[in-house]
């Protein structure tokens, strides 16, 4: 199953770097252009607000390629992230792998309506990194479900070591928060 952002993607992020430009740069460059004096006034548009008229049009199409090049993958095996320019990025994740999938939303997003489905696994080590993350979706939800769904089928289709592998580390996990309760109650108990 193939992905790709919803367009309002492309329409945020050029509202996000024109903001940026207009109120990092032309807010103090535009007022202050009207103080210079006239002999002077050539070399400070050529020098401040030209560069920065570029570099507005470069990540204008910068963003548009951009977008093009983010592809998401949800396969029977793996979930894959493609993105990048000039530098590209591939991310993958065995299905079997995956702990957590969750759902995020800023205000921004909200706006355009679109959310983030990260993917976790337990390789990061209790960090909130995800491995893979599909952003901008529409459809955040049933892209979820999807991949919930396929990481059931993947580990209840799992061979039998690897299921046994799967019931050991529940079981030491389910041993560490036995001890965590005993030593909260032993806490308790003296606090009192």
Do not use: C
Not at 83 to 88: E, L, P, T, Y
């Amino acid at each position: 199953m193939e992905l790709k952002p919803s367009p309002a993607l492309k329409s945020r992020y050029y509202l996000e770097y024109g903001l940026a430009f207009v109120l990092g740069v032309f807010s103090w460059s535009i007022p202050v252009t009207f103080f210079i004096p006239s002999e002077y006034l050539l070399i400070w548009i050529l020098s401040i607000h030209l560069p920065t008229f570029a570099l507005l049009i470069y990540s204008f199409w910068w963003i548009s390629r951009w977008y093009e090049s983010v592809k998401f993958t949800i396969g029977d095996r793996e979930v894959i992230s493609r993105f990048g320019v000039f530098w590209k990025q591939e991310r993958r994740v065995d299905l079997s792998k995956i702990n957590m999938v969750h759902v995020s939303q800023g205000p921004i997003q909200r706006h355009f309506k679109t959310k983030h489905v990260h993917a976790h696994t337990a390789a990061m080590g209790g960090a909130s990194t995800a491995e893979v993350t599909f952003f901008d979706l529409s459809d955040a939800e049933e892209t979820k479900e999807k991949i919930l769904e396929l990481v059931e089928k993947r580990r209840s289709g799992a061979k039998p070591e690897e299921k046994e592998r799967v019931e050991r580390e529940k079981t030491s996990i389910e041993r560490v928060v036995e001890e965590l309760i005993s030593i909260r109650k032993l806490l308790e108990k003296e606090n009192k």
